[in-house]
């Protein structure tokens, strides 16, 4: 017996198998769809695992934003407001996870490495049919699945936002012009507290120093405009670098690679790898 399962019917049941799989497409009838698109405000029952393999997505909580470049995983604890930006991804796939089965994953939003195992897994498991009842070798699958992303690393691309108004203040105006090259004395003085405030706040808030919390941004600025295919003269320009050489200096210090490998070389699985993939149940 073979079912259709869309992406909001399958974030909202909360009956049925611990872990449902979609496959996404840039395409207006892919049930997890891409492309490059804004999601506004929502929430699912289910706790949701999402990646793409190009492009970038682009999560807004309560708690902060955070990153998905290509070849890693965002998880959204079950009930959790979110808002998405999507940013030139043409595949993808996303889990669905009963609120029961999601006791055992983070209580907040995280991003999590992909492994090749964890990436398998998710690709013969969206190619099942549709069955509430799994069999022993799709549940010893499941299993392991939900071990893989439970176990994951986790990777440092948040961008925390604080709760305090005074610095709220600051955060959302450097995040309105991320160039803008005014020192933390100077911010204090605009936003009327002294320095020593501000610093503090940065850390008590955050986590993060000030210069920190600024490159955090800086970086995910740059991460969404070469995720669209924009030049990196450009993004180092509007970045306000001096040259686009350090600009490519502090991505290789902070991804480890330059700009243009580090979005060819996570996006390494190909359009017929999810050619005729349906939403399936797990």
Same mark, same amino acid.
């Given at each position: 017996?073979?079912?259709?399962?869309?992406?909001?019917?399958?974030?909202?049941?909360?009956? %049925?198998? *611990?872990?449902?799989?979609?496959?996404?497409?840039?395409?207006?009838?892919?049930?997890?769809?891409?492309?490059?698109?804004?999601?506004?405000?929502?929430?699912? =029952?289910?706790? *949701?695992?999402?990646?793409?393999?190009?492009? /970038?997505?682009?999560?807004?909580?309560?708690?902060?934003? $955070?990153?998905? #470049? #290509?070849?890693?995983?965002?998880?959204?604890?079950?009930?959790?407001?979110?808002?998405?930006?999507?940013?030139?991804?043409?595949?993808?796939?996303?889990?669905?996870?009963?609120?029961?089965?999601? *006791?055992?994953?983070?209580?907040?939003?995280?991003?999590?490495?992909?492994?090749? /195992?964890?990436?398998?897994?998710?690709?013969?498991?969206?190619? $099942?049919?549709?069955?509430?009842?799994?069999?022993?070798?799709?549940?010893?699958?499941?299993?392991?699945?939900?071990?893989?992303?439970?176990?994951?690393?986790?990777?440092?691309?948040? =961008?925390? =936002?604080?709760?305090?108004?005074?610095?709220?203040?600051?955060?959302?105006?450097?995040?309105?012009?991320?160039?803008?090259?005014? &020192? /933390?004395?100077? $911010?204090?003085?605009?936003?009327?507290?002294?320095?020593?405030?501000?610093?503090? /706040?940065?850390?008590?808030? &955050?986590?993060?120093?000030?210069?920190?919390?600024?490159?955090?941004?800086?970086?995910?600025?740059?991460?969404?405009? =070469?995720?669209? %295919?924009?030049?990196?003269?450009?993004?180092?320009?509007?970045?306000?670098?001096?040259?686009?050489?350090?600009?490519?200096?502090?991505?290789?210090?902070?991804?480890?690679?330059?700009?243009?490998?580090?979005?060819?070389?996570?996006?390494?699985?190909?359009?017929?790898? $999810?050619?005729?993939?349906?939403?399936?149940?797990?």
């Amino acid at each position: 017996m073979t079912h259709h399962i869309v992406e909001v019917e399958a974030s909202e049941l909360a009956s %049925g198998p *611990q872990l449902i799989v979609v496959s996404g497409q840039d395409r207006a009838d892919s049930d997890f769809r891409l492309g490059t698109r804004e999601i506004d405000v929502h929430s699912h =029952l289910r706790g *949701q695992f999402f990646c793409v393999d190009s492009g /970038l997505l682009h999560v807004r909580t309560e708690h902060g934003s $955070w990153l998905l #470049p #290509p070849q890693r995983a965002g998880w959204i604890p079950p009930g959790l407001p979110h808002r998405v930006s999507v940013s030139g991804a043409h595949h993808g796939w996303s889990v669905f996870i009963t609120p029961e089965a999601s *006791q055992c994953l983070p209580d907040r939003p995280c991003v999590i490495g992909i492994s090749e /195992l964890m990436r398998a897994l998710v690709l013969r498991a969206v190619t $099942w049919s549709v069955q509430v009842q799994l069999n022993d070798e799709q549940a010893r699958v499941i299993a392991v699945l939900l071990d893989e992303m439970r176990s994951a690393p986790h990777q440092p691309l948040h =961008l925390p =936002l604080p709760s305090d108004r005074r610095l709220l203040k600051v955060t959302q105006a450097i995040l309105a012009k991320v160039s803008d090259e005014r &020192t /933390l004395e100077e $911010w204090a003085t605009w936003a009327g507290l002294s320095p020593r405030t501000l610093s503090r /706040l940065f850390r008590s808030e &955050t986590a993060c120093s000030f210069s920190q919390w600024r490159q955090q941004a800086r970086l995910s600025h740059a991460l969404e405009r =070469l995720a669209l %295919g924009e030049s990196v003269a450009n993004v180092a320009d509007a970045l306000g670098y001096a040259s686009p050489s350090h600009f490519i200096a502090m991505f290789k210090r902070n991804f480890g690679d330059s700009p243009a490998h580090y979005f060819a070389q996570r996006a390494n699985v190909g359009e017929e790898n $999810w050619a005729g993939l349906a939403t399936c149940w797990t």
